[in-house]
Each structure stands twice: as C-alpha cells, then as structure tokens.
C-alpha cells in the first residue's frame, strides 16, 4: 500500500498579504481648526464646548501653520495669574501655538502611526496632503482600529 500525502484544505489567502489598515481609514476629517488671530480665550471655550484636548492652526489657504492645546492655553492662564494680571483678549494662538508640527501621511499603516504614537509622546498628529490640512489622527482612532483588528482577526 502507497502512502499518500494530505495537505489538508488549502488557504485561499495563502501566500496574499491582508490588506493594510491606513491612517487614512480613521483620521477625522471634519475638524475643530483655529486661525492664528483667534484668541485664546475663543480657544479655550471651543475646546471645551467640543470636549477635545487641542486643534490644529491653518492659515487662510488651509495650510497647516501650527497647532494649539490646553497645554499652550494654561501656560497663559498659569502666567497671567502668576503675575496677577488679567487674562489679555489680545493673547492671541499665534503666540501660544506649537510651530514645527509633527504630521503623518494619510498612507502610514495604523501599526506604525501606533508606534509614532508611544515614541513621540504625542496625544494627535495631524495629516496634510502637499501642506494641506485633510485631518487628524488620535490615539483613540487609532485604539479604534486595534478593535476592528482584533475583531477580524485576533481570537478572543
């Protein structure tokens, strides 16, 4: 009697990468933006208002110029009170705003921008597209792709 090989019911997906899951995937694209001629006392009430922790700054053209965070606004608050002085409605985000930001392209995987995430400290980063702002990614988005990973794929 001959022995026979079995290799069982074949992987359709064998040997085929699983498609990458992408910034761009789960980036905000409908965002809170400020002007750099904004106030911050405007900040702050909009980030308040809309429960998030900062935003990024554009100019008129939608060019990314910078970005502004409770952290930018307290610095203010904890200066001006440290003087005791009175909140100046002419602090404007163009004095307090992070110049120099960090962005992601909307193409990164999701597993990279995680690690981009742990190694920079950052809570945000935003996505531009040839100096244009198209979004943002957080690290929530980010928790919200590891769901529907280990929805599809992980075993519970």
Known sequence: MAIKSFQGKRDTRQGKEDAQILVSDYMTK??????????????????????????PVVNDKNDLI??????????HISESKYYNMPSDVNNTVGMYMATG???????????????????????????????????????????KAAIRVKGNTWNS
């Open 101 to 143: 930001v960090d962005t992601i392209d909307k193409n990164t995987n999701i597993f990279d921008a995680a690690f981009k995430f742990i190694s920079s400290h950052r809570r945000r980063f935003p996505v531009v597209e040839n100096g244009k702002l198209i979004g943002q990614i957080s690290q929530t988005d980010v928790l």
């Open 66 to 75: 910078g970005i502004i965070s409770e952290t930018d606004c307290i610095k």
């Open 30 to 55: 409908k965002l809170i933006t400020f002007k750099a001629e904004d106030t911050l006392d405007h900040v702050i009430e909009q980030l308040i208002t809309h429960k998030i922790s900062g935003g």
